[in-house]
DNA sequence: TGGAAATACGTGAACGTTCACGTGCTGCAT
DNA sequence: ATGCAGCACGTGAACGTTCACGTATTTCCA
């Protein structure tokens, strides 16, 4: 058996280490550290010495406790190889370094993981949690307990924050869209996902049904792969689609994909819309019409929210705490 | 002038007040909290019961102050918006999550931070730090004291635990491909940032020297637009130009617009060779071709080697701290 | 009915900082 | 000589937990 060297785990240098070191006291040491006035130039540099030499840095946890909390705020991801999600989250950790609080993320994509694994291992380490949870809201805010909790894209809204979008109207934006380019058929691809899929897709049947439009409906998991692989059996299926709504862009890079693979001239044969907006709508060919959200605006509403909460202005639960975002149509060659 | 009513800044519940309202004391009322025996079953009822009412939830710092740090690694990451961060950021967080820490991000992009802002502001709250760091490791690593240090992507390792890529390899690699697709005026399009371009550009120029090869040089910005912009002009000047290697896939994705803006067909006129391999790369047309990184894996690299640098299994700036990855050509359509 | 063991709780100390003071010393004007 | 200001530094207390004990009260068997 070859050493089971466990390394050093000598017990981290303190601020009396130091002390003692120099042969001064705690206070000094401290003068030193945060450049405070009342010391000498030559002990600060001798202390400020030391202390590299000793390997000493302050305990976060002792500086916590006794200046009070430097926020910090969880964020919890469902996937963030998802490209929808790193345009959002950057602008959360933009705008919260603003504010000079920090951003500890989870990303509960991998593994077995539900949204409400992410809030029970962010919930100690945190002030205030932003996320996109599938799961029940209420759940989590019962779990951060007074804190501020945000919640992005469910469908009502219980005691916690909640950003969530107006998919009745980017559903008629989209179907308009489509009937004005002479669509037919029109189809929707849907995510099998719990919370905002069901939303949007009873969005888009709802405002199918008022337009008088006969929609066929289409699943697949949140990938441009499987929504490759759904595309390509609904048109084995639906021969005559030339209409295409898809749940995200990610989504929708799959589809065109699948419609080159089957022939399919996009926009001619078949328009292509995507939702959400990220950047690589702009990247694939044809380039692809969708539904944008400003993912900059919904992050720093998301921020923007927990900064209410948390200082009262705005009460959880209560109307100001609930905020509707709408999508916007931008055209470009897909449909 | 409305109230400028700054909202419940009142204090925190403590354990004592829980404590007091239960009629118990502090020890009980940790009984309660943390599910520890010692306790009637009624009375932690009881406790939990009045802790939520009172919106109480311990405080971190003194939790731990008293336990020993909960481990939590900062991450420097240049700009989340950029495909190729993503992918690596979510497996340092699996990564780090399996081993029980928590991650801190900052993205450093916006704004005018370099990565030593990043540094400064990570400092005090981790207890290690990753990251795609264009400036000095070692700098870095003074910052952070003893605490470890893993800098990606960085020429030379000082002080701090380094991963880095073995860019004359995949230059080669790019370059035969080239070669052998007939390729005879090849260009090299570069970012202009400041440790890795530089290196990345050395080590083609190098491998193209090495293979009589005579290389025409762009820069860019690194997105995709920038490339666009880029690669037109760079078709302008030289007109002849039938393979192209650029710095990374999304800077690629660009290029491929900018041929096809000029009527090149891809890679029949010109063939295209990305580098990283993100997932973009297979959902553009035509599909890129790649010098592909395993991303997970650098993640996990990453976060080993912070690991054993902790643990003291390997010492920082030794021979075992510098870990050099290769990349593989993935070939597709582009090239 | 004695006494040991289990149960349910309470108390001092410690974690590592910073804050709000307090103290000694030097220099300088009166 | 006296007083007073300013500088450089030191000390008790506090932040909110948990740990390692200590102490009543009850239980249960011989």
């Not at 030339?242 to 926009?267: C, I, Q, S, T």
């Amino acid at each position: 058996m070859t050493s089971s060297y466990s390394g050093p785990q000598v017990r981290r240098a303190t601020i009396l280490d130091v002390a003692a070191a120099a042969g001064v006291s705690r206070q000094t040491v401290t003068r030193a550290m945060n450049d405070m006035p009342g010391i000498s130039a030559s002990t600060r540099e001798r202390v400020q010495q030391l202390a590299a030499e000793l390997g000493y840095s302050p305990s976060r946890f002792a500086k916590g406790l006794v200046q009070g909390a430097r926020t910090s705020l969880g964020l919890a991801i469902p996937d963030l190889t998802n490209p929808y999600f790193p345009a959002f989250a950057s602008s959360v950790v933009e705008e919260a370094t603003q504010r000079g609080w920090n951003v500890v993320v989870d990303d509960f994509g991998h593994g077995s993981g539900s949204g409400l694994d992410a809030v029970a291992r962010l919930g100690p380490q945190v002030d205030a949690l932003v996320g996109y949870l599938g799961a029940s809201s209420s759940e989590a805010q019962s779990m951060m307990g007074r804190r501020p909790v945000v919640v992005l894209d469910y469908p009502s809204g219980q005691s916690a924050g909640l950003i969530s979008f107006d998919y009745a109207y980017a559903a008629q934006l989209a179907l308009e869209r489509l009937k004005s380019a002479r669509c037919r058929r029109i189809a929707y691809l849907d995510a099998d996902l719990e919370g905002p899929a069901t939303t949007r897709g009873l969005a888009v049947a709802a405002a199918a049904a008022g337009a008088g439009i006969q929609l066929t409906v289409g699943q697949s998991a949140d990938s441009a792969h499987a929504a490759r692989e759904a595309v390509r059996s609904l048109l084995a299926d639906e021969g005559g689609i030339d209409g295409l709504l898809v749940f995200n862009d990610l989504m929708a890079a799959g589809a065109l994909k699948a419609l080159r693979d089957a022939g399919r001239r996009v926009p001619e044969d078949c328009a292509v819309i995507g939702m959400d907006g990220i950047p690589l709508g702009e990247l694939v060919t044809p380039e692809l019409t969708t539904l944008s959200l400003d993912l900059r605006a919904v992050g720093r509403a998301a921020v923007d929210l927990v900064d209410n909460l948390m200082s009262g202005r705005i009460q959880a639960g209560s109307r100001d705490s609930e905020l509707v975002l709408k999508h916007q149509l931008v055209l470009r060659q897909s449909a």
